[in-house]
Every structure is written in structure tokens, then in C-alpha cells.
């Protein structure tokens, strides 16, 4: 069975520093794996997405996620953070192969501080 | 360009009252799904769809019932409200490529 584990809970970090959120996945097949962010009050939304190909993704808001297939990570960073990408932030799997369940992580709290 | 509506925004129940949440999606996917998000669990299944009539469990399914009468609609029914469904509710819908637009959600106490 497929899972996510996000390591962090809150991730305090200063604006216009660099962040990291990390995502760790289990599966026993080939995987598609997603971040989405939620902003106070919101639903969520997709930042971006892994499903084949090139293993550094980059996806809106200047996120970027590289997948690392022996290590079973799927970590996201922005080189800048800004107050407004305070939000939560989920990491996503999904196992490949017609319409899968999606398993969320438990989310990581990014907090900008100015 | 509504994406996925849900009604209603916020509801307090009393225990052992029945309600139904409502989900609608205009851009005719196929897949649509209801979570529930509580703190420091994320967001767990509950039901999914992946057509008008065919609906399935999730994780979390006791307590609740969904029906897929078309492909735009997909409610979901507490059949008897208990405290430990107060939650935050998410109806999602999907195409092929597996990225999931979520509604805004429900906030639902239960009292």
C-alpha cells in the first residue's frame, strides 16, 4: 500500500530565505507524485507534478520538486520564500495505472516570518 | 468558470441528525472524491467516484453514503451525525491525468 510522510509538521523560515518541505513515499510500483498547497480558508490547489520523465519539476510560485526515485523523496524548495507562501503544504501519491486513490501526507505549515 | 461548488460552507448539526453535502463539477471529469481534513491527519478518503453510477470506499467510509446519479453531481450523506465527524470537508474531481480541483469545503460541527 502506498503512503506519504512529510517530516515536518511547521517550517518557520524568514522571508526572502530559501525552504525546503519535505515529502518521503512507500510503494511497491511506479509512482505519480503531487504537492498542493492551502492557503487559510481554501481548498487546496495543485502546485505541481511528477508523473514521468525529467526529475526536477517545477510548478507555479517559483516551487520546484525533484524526484529521487532511490530514496523515495519527492522534496519541494523555492530558492526566495515571501510572506505570501505562508500556507500549508501537502505532499501526494498515487500509484500509477488508470484512477488511483491519491494518499495525502499530513501537511507541513510553512510560516514566513518578515 | 465555477471548477467545484460546495454547499453548504459551514453547518452545526445536532447528534443523530442527517444532512447531506452537496458537490458539483462543470468540467465534466470523470473521478470525483470527499475527504475529511483534521488536524494532523491530512486528508483521508472517505468515498469516490469514477462514473455516473459507480461510486466506492475510501479509508474513512463508516457513516457516510454517496450516490453518482451524473457525472456532475456527487453528494454526500452523514446518515446519522456523531461529534466525531465534525471536520472540514473537501469534494475533489479529476480527468485521466490525475490532478485532483478541490471545492472550497464544508466545515461541519457537530454538536
Known amino acids: 500500500a502506498q503512503s506519504v510522510t512529510q517530516l515536518d509538521s511547521q517550517v518557520p523560515v524568514f522571508e526572502e530565505a530559501p525552504v525546503e518541505l519535505r515529502c518521503n513515499y512507500s510503494?511497491?510500483?511506479?509512482?505519480?507524485l503531487f504537492w498542493y498547497v492551502q492557503y487559510p480558508n481554501q481548498g487546496l490547489q495543485l502546485l505541481l507534478k511528477?508523473?514521468?520523465?525529467?526529475?526536477l519539476v517545477k510548478g507555479i510560485n517559483g516551487f520546484e520538486a525533484e524526484f529521487n526515485k532511490s530514496q523515495t523523496s519527492f522534496h519541494l524548495r523555492k530558492p526566495s520564500v515571501h510572506i505570501s507562501d505562508t500556507a500549508e503544504y501537502f505532499c501526494?501519491?498515487?500509484?500509477?495505472?488508470?484512477?488511483?486513490?491519491?494518499?495525502f501526507g499530513i501537511g507541513t505549515k510553512l510560516q514566513v516570518i518578515p | 468558470n465555477a471548477g467545484v461548488t460546495q454547499t453548504p460552507k459551514f453547518q452545526v448539526l445536532k447528534t443523530g441528525q442527517s444532512m447531506t453535502l452537496q458537490c458539483a463539477q462543470d468540467m465534466n471529469h470523470e473521478y470525483m472524491s470527499w475527504y475529511r481534513q483534521d488536524p494532523g491527519m491530512g486528508l483521508r478518503l472517505i468515498h469516490y467516484s469514477v462514473g455516473a453510477g459507480i461510486t466506492d470506499q475510501g479509508e474513512v467510509p463508516n457513516g457516510y453514503n454517496v450516490s453518482r446519479s451524473t457525472t456532475e453531481d456527487f453528494p454526500l450523506r452523514l446518515l446519522s451525525a456523531a461529534p466525531s465527524q465534525t471536520s472540514v470537508y473537501f469534494c475533489a474531481s479529476s480527468s485521466g491525468r490525475f490532478e485532483a480541483f478541490f471545492g472550497q469545503g464544508t466545515r461541519l460541527t457537530v454538536v
Open positions: 501526494a501519491v498515487s500509484e500509477g495505472g488508470g484512477y488511483q486513490k491519491v494518499t
Open positions: 511528477y508523473l514521468s520523465g525529467s526529475t
Open positions: 510503494s511497491s510500483v511506479s509512482v505519480y
